[in-house]
């Protein structure tokens, strides 16, 4: 996909904080060109994938580049970047997505794990680019909320789970990030009760990849929690737990916050994430 050229936001360490650094729109900025890689039969969006686009035109190189994963309120986890075109005419853009090496369970156990690579071909048109709509919404500048995800025929957008199956924990917050939690006791996720933590935006539950994340059962050293694909729990965060139960006290600790770049509206989010418990 692709849309006028876009300023965000990435992540980096200063001086033992995290911060944001804006991405400026430069002059020679063509669009914003967009990929997200899902599975096609049950629509999870696939974090962790790691994706190049080439662009050509002619059969010459036009632009080359790893692109940012992102958050976007509209569009959810993607993958973007601005890019610089020729002008108006016909390119290809070939996008290339790394092997997935997160553990994944159920029918997804195996899959994912090949890089893979696939062209689309596309006609790029100032004017039709001058006429996507857009809205500034000065009169909610500094308010908490969010704009509604747009919804896309054939592509979907990363949502969280609305519940998730097991036992559930709770529920907690921290950094403007949601957790729900709950005890799985299933044979694919091994002999032992699974913790899962799913993290979600608070207005629209879309799924946030990118922590570095552990939990204490019980006042217990911190247990480190794997990002992992499940088709029932979606993307998540987990580890089996011998001694956790539905009673267990679980305190969640973001060793790492979200390690991707942020569109409008989530500049400021995710950054400092205190320690939460499960309510």
């Known amino acids: 996909m692709y849309s006028y050229p876009h300023r ?6 200063e001086n033992g904080e995290y911060v944001t650094n804006q991405v400026k729109i430069r002059q020679e900025d063509s669009v ?3 990929a997200i890689p899902w599975d096609g039969e049950t629509g999870t969006v696939l974090p962790n994938t790691g ?6 035109r002619d059969g010459e190189l036009v632009s080359e580049e790893v692109i940012y994963p992102m958050l976007s309120q509209r569009m959810g986890f993607h993958y973007g970047a601005n890019f610089s075109l020729d002008g108006d005419g016909t390119y290809d853009v070939t996008a290339s997505a790394g092997g997935v090496s997160i553990p994944r369970y159920g029918s997804f156990e195996g899959m994912f794990g090949s ?13 039709e680019l001058n006429d996507i709509p857009y ?3 000065r009169d909610k500048q500094g308010q908490r909320g969010a704009v509604k995800p747009m919804e ?3 592509i979907p ?10 036992t559930p924990l709770g529920r907690g917050t921290s950094g403007d990030a949601v957790f729900l939690g ?5 044979e694919r996720f091994g002999s032992g009760p699974y913790l899962a933590l799913s993290a979600r935006t608070p207005h629209n539950g879309l799924v946030i990849p990118g922590i570095a994340l552990s939990a204490s059962i019980d006042g217990s050293d911190p247990v480190e929690l794997s990002p992992a694909l499940d088709p029932e729990l979606n993307f998540h965060y987990g580890a089996t737990v011998d001694d956790l139960s539905a009673d267990s006290a679980v305190e969640g600790t973001v060793d790492v916050p979200p390690q991707v770049a942020r569109h409008e509206g989530y500049e400021t989010a995710f950054l400092v994430m205190p320690t939460f418990g499960l309510e």
Do not use: C, N
Request: charge should be negative; aromatic fraction near 10%; proline fraction near 4%.
């Open 8 to 13: 965000f936001w990435t992540i980096e360490k």
């Open 32 to 34: 914003h060109l967009m």
């Open 51 to 56: 994706l190049s686009v080439e662009i050509t």
């Open 115 to 127: 890089a893979a690579e696939t062209t689309v071909t596309f006609e790029f048109s100032e004017r």
């Open 135 to 137: 809205q500034l919404l």
């Open 152 to 154: 896309m025929e054939m």
């Open 157 to 166: 957008t990363g949502y969280a789970p609305d519940s998730l199956p097991g």
């Open 182 to 186: 709950s005890v799985v006791e299933a």
